[in-house]
């Protein structure tokens, strides 16, 4: 089930259509196979592969095709706003005290394994969501372990793992909430762990690379962006307080064979600007971690400013 192996291995890097919400997704799959990225993050969602409309078999197929043809590994990512709801962002969640909302959340997440498997993706990223006003911890928790059985199930008959991603402002927040799952499922197979870097530079007491280390056993999928400590805001690589080169270097020793993808939802009014500058940073970065390349400064950024402006306060993924 884990990405992760005791030998070294080469990074790869992607970039996630969350943040290149502006484009088509063939558009998007283009410019990231243009680039030199070696994957994407796709966000299912009204403009990316939407789940919930008619013939997604035939459309995911089509996908499929795409992907190869351009050379480009995938993940399925499930963190779409309004995909469910037009009203509550990341709406309704697997914590819901309605128990038909709750199997809204459950029927997209089960949709998008088959999206995984039907792709070929590396995992299926998923989060526990925001415990509702008026709900006990333990009510949540109990919650969330039974929403994700049948997703499991499903991830286990697919051969797809299930990732959760510890988002800050969620029930699960923390590694140490994921093992508190994992433990409440009795250890599933199929269970495995998003690590957003970012998210750990905000708020876990060890550093980054670090993180990584004790999250190897169960690594699936990586996010990175830049972060500061304890403020959830999703940086472009470079404007926070990350030190790169070390993490990356605790993913290449712990064997990760995943994406490592570029996560910035908040940046896609100047996506491709973006999306070109991360992959040289972070080759540059790796390269730094393996000694190839001492401390080279980064190529200059482009003279113009990113074109456009954000629509709204930058932040992280949570209301």
């Keep these: 089930m884990s990405a992760a192996s005791p030998a070294a291995t080469p990074l790869r890097f992607g970039y996630g259509t969350n943040g290149l919400a502006d484009l088509r997704l063939d558009d998007a799959l283009a410019l990231l196979a243009d680039l030199g990225y070696d994957g994407v993050g796709l966000t299912l969602d009204h403009m990316h592969l939407d789940p919930m409309a008619p013939d997604l078999p035939a459309r995911t197929a089509r996908l499929a095709h795409r992907l190869s043809a351009l050379g480009l590994e995938v993940t399925v990512e499930t963190g779409a706003r309004y995909v469910l709801d037009p009203r509550r962002k990341h709406g309704p969640s697997l914590l819901d005290p309605d128990p038909d909302d709750r199997d809204?959340?459950?029927?997209?997440?089960?949709?998008?394994?088959?999206?995984?498997?039907?792709?070929?993706?590396?995992?299926?990223?998923?989060?526990?969501?925001?415990?509702?006003?008026?709900?006990?911890?333990?009510?949540?928790?109990?919650?969330l372990a039974e929403a994700l059985a049948p997703v499991l199930e499903a991830a286990a008959t697919a051969g797809v793992p299930l990732a959760v991603e510890p988002e800050p402002g969620h029930l699960l927040a923390t590694l140490a909430d994921f093992h508190r799952l994992r433990r409440a499922l009795g250890d599933p197979e199929q269970l495995g762990l998003t690590l957003d870097l970012g998210h750990c530079q905000c708020l876990e007491p060890l550093p980054p690379a670090d993180c990584v280390?004790?999250?190897?056993?169960?690594?699936?999928?990586?996010?990175?962006?830049?972060?500061?400590?304890?403020?959830?805001?999703?940086?472009?690589?470079?404007?926070?307080?990350?030190?790169?080169?070390?993490?990356?270097?605790?993913?290449?020793a712990v064997g990760y064979q995943g994406l490592t993808v570029v996560e910035l939802p908040r940046h896609s009014h100047a996506g491709p600007h973006f999306a070109a500058l991360s992959l040289p940073f972070l080759h540059h970065a790796a390269s730094v971690s393996n000694g190839t390349t001492p401390n080279p400064p980064l190529p200059p950024p482009p003279d113009a400013p990113p074109p456009g402006e954000p629509s709204a306060t930058p932040e992280g993924s949570t209301p």
């Excluded at 995984?116 to 919650?143: M, Q, Y």
């Excluded at 004790?214 to 999928?221: G, K, S, V």
């Design 213 to 252: 280390r004790a999250a190897a056993p169960w690594l699936c999928h990586v996010q990175i962006e830049d972060m500061r400590r304890g403020v959830h805001e999703h940086l472009p690589l470079g404007d926070g307080e990350i030190d790169f080169p070390p993490v990356l270097a605790a993913l290449s």
């Design 104 to 143: 809204r959340r459950v029927d997209l997440l089960v949709r998008a394994v088959r999206v995984a498997a039907d792709l070929g993706a590396h995992a299926v990223h998923c989060f526990s969501g925001i415990t509702p006003a008026g709900t006990d911890e333990d009510t949540a928790w109990k919650r």
